[in-house]
């Protein structure tokens, strides 16, 4: 899997698609139960219901910061808007589940963010994917630091074609 980059007004968007060996309702948990994000995200605290608000921190990246939850659409749709903890911007977060009988599809979108940082964040949005990907697979996370170092330069490539 490697996903696509692009800009719109002016902000990066970082695009992922993958197919996970496991029925949507379990997708979605894995994706909104704070017990389960611990286990290949970060940890999140606070209330992850619509409108709701929360603090989070992500293993991989280190990220920390707040967001809120702007859509829930269970099983089908999450989008959360999330700040930095030394940012002004915002950047969206969204989440969008398919089932397809024992499987489900998820593309994940993220927006907001400084086009010249795409590469960076598409290999860290994939390193993200691929853990929630290993975590439903019955694995452990990968090594954050290598496999970002190992996605990066496709990622450069890619962001080197975007406005």
């Not at 995200?41 to 929360?54: S, T």
């Not at 290999?123 to 993200?128: C, T």
Request: glycine residues 10%.
């Amino acid at each position: 899997m490697l996903g696509s980059l692009r800009s719109a007004d002016g902000k990066g968007v970082v695009r992922m698609e993958d197919r996970f060996d496991t029925h949507i309702d379990d997708l979605w948990s894995a994706l909104t139960d704070p017990r389960r994000l611990a286990g290949w995200l970060g940890e999140v605290q606070g209330d992850l219901r619509l409108g709701g608000e929360f603090r989070a921190h992500f293993f991989a990246s280190g990220w920390e910061g707040t967001g809120r939850v702007e859509a829930c659409e269970p099983p089908q749709r999450l989008l959360v808007v999330t700040k930095h903890a030394n940012a002004s911007e915002e950047q969206v977060i969204e989440a969008a589940l398919t089932a397809d009988r024992d499987q489900t599809i998820l593309v994940w979108e993220e927006r907001g963010m400084p086009v010249d940082l795409l590469a960076a964040y598409g290999a860290g949005v994939q390193v993200h994917v691929e853990d929630l990907a290993a975590y439903v697979a019955g694995r452990k996370r990968c090594d954050a630091t290598a496999r970002f170092d190992e996605l990066f330069p496709a990622y450069q490539e890619l962001a080197a074609n975007v406005s």
